[in-house]
């Protein structure tokens, strides 16, 4: 585990926020009308969301990452992993 200082987990920080910014405007622009595809053959006509799994992917990966480097900026660190070895002398 990387031991990182409060500066670095700032610029980190920002970076992830950034990026979730733009995955948060492809995914409003994805949701209105301008992310709709609509096919026509013959009579028939299908509309549907060009909605793409990888974005709601990301942007759960990266509010993840934006959680637990919030959790360090405040003093919160993850657990240890701790093993207990039960013995009879």
Excluded at 29 to 58: C, F, M, P, W
Excluded at 83 to 89: M, S
């Amino acid at each position: 585990m990387v031991i990182l200082t409060r500066k670095q987990i700032k610029r980190r920080l920002e970076r992830i926020e950034e990026r979730l910014e733009f995955y948060y405007e492809k995914e409003k622009e994805i949701l209105t009308k301008s992310g709709v595809a609509s096919y026509t053959i013959g009579s028939r006509s299908v509309s549907r969301y060009q909605y793409s799994a990888d974005i709601k992917r990301n942007i759960e990966e990266l509010e993840n990452q934006r959680d637990e480097l919030e959790n360090l900026l405040n003093g919160h660190r993850p657990r240890k992993a701790v093993a207990v070895l039960p013995r009879d002398w």
